[in-house]
C-alpha cells in the first residue's frame, strides 16, 4: 500500500505504538538537588546518601571533582545570601518534580487535559505565564481622558 503526493509516490509505514521519551538528565552523575541538601544540612551527610542512594565511594569520587565543590559551594552561598526560607525548599521540590511532570506530558497513555495542566505547571514553575494585567481582568479597554482648563 502507498501513498501518492502529487507526482511522489510514498510506501505506507506501519504505524508504531509511540514511547515517551527518557526522561532529561543532570549533566552530572550526581542527582541535581544533591548539593542543595548538603549545604542546607538538614540532614547527616549519611542520611542525604541513604536517601539518594549513594555510595560512600561515589561520594568521596564526587568531592574530589572541581565540579561538584563548586555546586556545592554556590548553594552554600545561596543558603547563607537568601536564609532557609520556604521558597528556596520549594525551589528544590519543583526541580526535583520537573522530570515526572516533562515524561507525563510526553506520555501518551496520559489523558489531553493531565498533559496539558502538566504543560501549564511548567510554564508557571518557568515564570512563562501570560501577566495578569488590570486590562486583562476586566476585558474592556480603558479610556481615560483628562481636560484641562
Not at 542525604?48 to 548553594?75: G, K, M, Q
Request: net charge negative; hydrophobic share 40%.
Amino acid at each position: 500500500m502507498s501513498i501518492q503526493i502529487d507526482d511522489l509516490i510514498l510506501p505506507m509505514v506501519p504505524e508504531e505504538p509511540l514511547t515517551p521519551p527518557a526522561p532529561r538528565t543532570s549533566p552530572h552523575p550526581w542527582p541535581p538537588r544533591l548539593p542543595l541538601d548538603l549545604a542546607l544540612g538538614a540532614e547527616s551527610q549519611e542520611q542525604i546518601l541513604d536517601r539518594y542512594s549513594i555510595s560512600n565511594d561515589d561520594f568521596a569520587r564526587w568531592a574530589l571533582t572541581p565540579a561538584f565543590r563548586r555546586a556545592v559551594a554556590e548553594a552554600a552561598r545561596d543558603v547563607r545570601e537568601q536564609g532557609l526560607t520556604f521558597k528556596l525548599l520549594c525551589q528544590s521540590i519543583a526541580q526535583d518534580f520537573l522530570q515526572e511532570l516533562d515524561a507525563c506530558m510526553h506520555d501518551k497513555t496520559i489523558g489531553f487535559a493531565n498533559r496539558l495542566d502538566a504543560f501549564k505547571t511548567i510554564s508557571k514553575l518557568a515564570g512563562l505565564e501570560p501577566k495578569d494585567t488590570k486590562e486583562q481582568s476586566t476585558g474592556a479597554n480603558l479610556v481615560q481622558i483628562n481636560i484641562n482648563l
